[in-house]
């Protein structure tokens, strides 16, 4: 397809061209596997000692096998929905696969086996510097924060050393961060319930203190721990690093705020503070409930807080959507009401709803796949500087077959050719355009079918569908759009660069 268009096509606009300076290069994932970065061979190094003092501890916890199998399955059960609302909350340029395993695993064996024996150094110095009763009640607030923190986000600052290209937008920060935090959260909420069953009177029961700590940790705190902390810092790092635009002591000061209000959250968390809402009359443990309150009191200020950076990551990220998709002449690609409908999970389920009460399962099903072949339209476009290359055109083509599928009703799939359509009956006064008189097919419908409209406006609802192999006349053609006869009489507008020339 050309990248210009006649004056009066269909769908021409202004804009800026693909090729603009300052485009986001998305589209080509980085390997994780990077020899030749010294960041990879340090990661590799970390891993393996990390992953020894990992394997001893989970070899010491394993005598408790009851409690440790039953911790494995509620921790995971509470991390792999995480981890798929935060891989999916990226809504545009989705992170590499074994890069995200990599941050998990940096969080899970490095940052914890490194914090567990830091810890202990720093909070053994605190009692003897200050005093025993000042690392009893605050250590955890003071020495804590500042220890995970930092190794957490090391691994990010690791991950961006291996594959820098990787790291083009705020929202990548918060994915890489959060799914670090993750990781620390896992293995250190197992840590804890394991801890919880064996400092219980006897160990018949092991199940009962597990389920007892998940209900603290996870179940009324789960929204406020690692995720959250080093989502924080992890946004921060990221504005340091990708917003080049902006002056480095601008880039240091806002950044290091973010990273600062994620340290901040976790000292908070971790600290005595507010403790008075889990008192109880006669010693008995606190509620479920009052732990959820607790932890909205304490935590909830900064989730808000990371959930407006992360919509303002967001936004960032569809304007760059935007600019790459600027300038595409073709309106059966893309419209302005889909790149708005893209912007987030919740206005992507609305518009698939929305077609799937006029067009029922296989209609939402068909829209969910045009939705992703538009941000693969965008990725392939991101890594070319012609909006004529043979990859952009094939996904071009490969959106406007979903798109004349939706319109027949029925998925984007191979398979039977749906019937013709006979069009709407032509206005009162206004007689249907003749066909030739001499019937000279001169065109074929494509394999699969296409779409007809009874006017050269691909906003409107298509009035025909027609069979492939169809033979038809071209009558007229306006741009792209081909206005075609079939015998009988019938005509209507179709897009012409579908039409196969008869032979």
């Known amino acids: 397809m050309s990248a210009s268009m006649e004056p009066g096509a269909p769908g021409a606009s ?53 409690a440790w199998l039953l911790s494995w399955a509620l921790v995971l059960a509470y991390a792999v929905p995480v981890a798929v609302i935060v891989y999916r909350l990226d809504l545009f340029e989705r992170e590499p696969k074994l890069v995200l395993a ?38 955890a607030a003071i020495v804590g924060p500042g220890v995970e923190e930092t190794l957490k986000l090391a691994g990010v600052v690791t991950l961006f050393l291996i594959v820098p290209g990787e790291f083009d937008g705020l929202m990548d920060g918060f994915v890489y961060g959060a799914m670090v935090g993750l990781g620390f959260t896992v293995v250190e909420d197992v840590s804890y319930f394991i801890t919880a069953v064996a ?45 080049r635009s902006v002056a480095l002591s601008a880039r240091l000061w806002r950044g290091g705020l973010c990273i600062v209000a994620g340290v ?46 992360v919509r303002l990551a967001t936004r960032s990220e569809e304007e760059a959507f935007r600019e ?23 206005s992507r389920r609305a518009a698939r709803g929305e077609v799937g009460r006029a067009r029922g399962p296989a209609g939402s099903r068909a829209l969910g796949r045009l939705q992703a072949a538009q941000i693969e339209y965008a990725m392939i476009r991101s890594r070319t500087d012609s909006p004529t290359d043979p990859a952009v055109e094939a996904q071009r083509q490969k959106i406007r077959w979903i798109r004349s599928e939706i319109a027949a009703g029925r998925p984007p799939a191979l398979g039977r ?44 609802e298509p ?30 507008w179709v897009d012409g660069r579908l039409l196969v020339p008869r032979g």
Do not use: C
């Open 199 to 243: 400092a219980a009177p006897g160990t018949f029961d092991q199940s009962g203190p597990v389920f007892d700590t998940f209900l603290v940790r996870v179940v009324g705190g789960g929204l406020y721990g690692h995720v959250l902390f080093t989502g924080l810092t992890g946004l921060g790092f990221a504005y340091i690093a990708t917003r």
């Open 14 to 66: 202004a804009g800026p061209s693909a090729t603009a300076p300052g485009r986001p290069a998305w589209g080509v994932q980085a390997s994780l596997i990077q020899p030749s970065q010294p960041a990879f061979w340090l990661y590799l190094t970390l891993l393996a000692i990390g992953g020894y003092l990992f394997v001893h501890e989970q070899a010491l916890m394993s005598s408790l096998m009851t």
């Open 324 to 346: 790459i998709v600027a300038g595409e002449p073709d309106p059966w690609v893309i419209t302005e009401p889909e790149i708005t409908s893209l912007q987030s999970l919740w």
């Open 264 to 309: 901040a959250a976790h000292a908070i968390w971790n600290s005595p503070w507010m403790e008075d809402i889990l008192a109880t009359s006669g010693g008995a443990d606190p509620s479920t409930l009052q732990w959820l309150e607790y932890g909205a009191v304490k935590g909830l200020p900064f989730l808000i807080l990371l959930g407006l950076l």
């Open 102 to 139: 990599a941050a998990v695993v940096w969080g899970g064996i490095i940052a914890t086996s490194m914090a567990a024996q830091a810890n202990d150094a720093w909070l053994s110095i605190l009692g003897k510097v200050a005093s025993p009763d000042l690392a009893s009640q605050w250590g």
């Open 463 to 492: 009035t025909a569908v027609l069979p492939e192999h169809t033979e038809l006349v071209v009558l007229a053609r306006t741009g792209e759009w081909a206005r075609v006869g079939a015998a009988g009489g019938w005509t209507g």
């Open 417 to 460: 050719p749906p019937a013709l359509r006979r069009p709407p009956a032509p206005a009162p006064g206004r007689p249907p355009a003749p066909a030739p008189a001499t019937w000279a097919p001169s065109h074929l419908v494509p394999a699969g079918g296409i779409a007809a409209w009874d006017a050269p406006d691909p906003m409107r």
